[in-house]
C-alpha cells in the first residue's frame, strides 16, 4: 500500500500557486512547439505561423477539454463559478473535449494559412502522447482521477478519499507509453511505405480509444451496465478511426510495412 500525500503545489509564488499539473501542460505546449518550428518548412509555415498554430491549438484545447470535463462531470461547478474554466491547475482536462477543441481549431487555422490538417497532426501526436503520459502524473499528485477501490498490495490511498483504490493514474500513464511506440513504429512504417499523411493522427486516436477501454475499468467513475461514458465514447471512437484507417489506407500495404518496419 502506498499513501499518496505528495503535495500538488511545487511552490508558491505569493498568491500564485506553481502546479505539477500546469507545468505539463507547459511542457507539453512546448514540446508540440519545438516539433512544428523542427518542421516548419515541411508544413509550409513560418515561424510566426507556428506561433499562431500553438496560440490556436491552445485555445482550442483549454477551451473544448475544460467545457466538456464540466458539462461531464461537474456541470454545476462552472455555473456557480464560470472563472474555474481557466483555473486549469485545479486539474479538469477532459481528454475527448480536447481533442475536439484541437480539431476546430486546426481546422481552422489550416483553412485560414492555407495548410495541410493531417500532416501538422502528424507531427503533433508524438509530443502530445508524451504530454498525456505526464499528465496522468500530474492526476496522481492531484489526487484526482482515483481507481476503483482494491485490496491489491500496490493500492493507494488519497487523502480525503476513502478506500485503498488502484493507481489508475500510473496504468494510464503506462498505456500512453506503450501508445507511443506504437507512434514511432507508425511513423518507421509510413515512412517505408510512403503512405499517406494523417496514419499517425488516426493510429493515434484508435489506440487510445482501446487502451482508454481498458485502462478505465479501474477508474473510479459512474457506470451504466458495467462501463463508463468514456469508455463508450471511446468504442465509438475506435470503430470511426478504424473504418477511416481501412478505407483511408491499403491494409496490406501496412502490414507489410509493419513487418519490414521490424526486420
Keep these: 500500500m502506498f499513501i499518496n500525500n505528495i503535495d500538488p503545489v511545487l511552490f508558491k509564488l505569493g498568491f500564485l500557486e506553481i502546479r505539477y499539473y500546469g507545468l505539463v501542460y507547459v511542457f507539453g505546449f512546448f514540446l508540440v512547439f519545438l ?12 515561424k510566426e505561423d507556428v506561433y499562431d498554430l500553438v496560440i490556436y491549438s491552445f485555445a482550442g484545447l483549454l477551451i473544448g477539454s475544460r467545457l466538456f470535463h464540466f458539462v461531464f462531470s461537474e456541470p454545476f461547478t462552472l455555473i456557480n463559478n464560470p472563472l474555474e474554466l481557466f483555473r486549469i491547475w485545479n486539474g479538469g482536462m477532459s481528454f ?5 477543441g484541437l480539431f476546430s481549431a486546426g481546422y481552422i487555422f489550416c483553412r485560414k494559412y492555407k495548410a495541410s490538417f493531417y500532416k501538422i497532426g502528424d507531427i503533433i501526436v508524438i509530443p ?6 505526464l499528465g496522468r502524473l500530474a492526476n496522481f499528485t492531484n489526487s484526482e482521477l ?8 500496490w493500492c493507494v490511498t488519497f487523502q480525503d478519499i476513502s478506500g485503498c483504490r488502484h493507481p489508475y493514474q500510473i496504468y494510464a500513464s503506462i498505456s500512453h507509453l506503450f501508445l507511443l511506440t506504437i507512434l514511432f513504429r507508425a511513423k518507421k512504417v509510413k515512412k ?16 487510445y480509444g482501446l487502451l482508454r477501454i481498458i485502462t478505465d475499468f479501474f477508474r473510479e467513475d459512474p457506470r451504466l451496465f458495467g462501463i ?6 471511446s468504442f465509438i ?3 470511426l478511426s478504424t473504418g477511416i484507417i481501412y478505407k483511408k489506407y491499403n491494409i496490406k500495404k501496412l502490414f507489410t510495412g509493419f513487418i519490414k518496419s521490424i526486420f
Excluded: P, R
Aim: no cysteine; charged share 10%; glycine share 8%.
Design 192 to 207: 517505408i511505405m510512403e503512405m499517406k499523411d494523417g496514419l499517425l493522427l488516426w493510429t493515434f486516436i484508435g489506440f
Design 128 to 133: 502530445a502522447t508524451i504530454a498525456l503520459a
Design 35 to 46: 516539433s512544428l518550428l523542427k518542421h516548419k518548412k515541411e508544413l509550409n509555415l513560418s
Design 237 to 239: 471512437v475506435l470503430i
Design 228 to 233: 463508463t461514458i468514456w469508455q463508450l465514447i
Design 96 to 100: 475527448y473535449g480536447g481533442l475536439i
Design 146 to 153: 482515483v481507481g476503483t477501490v482494491t485490496n491489491a498490495f
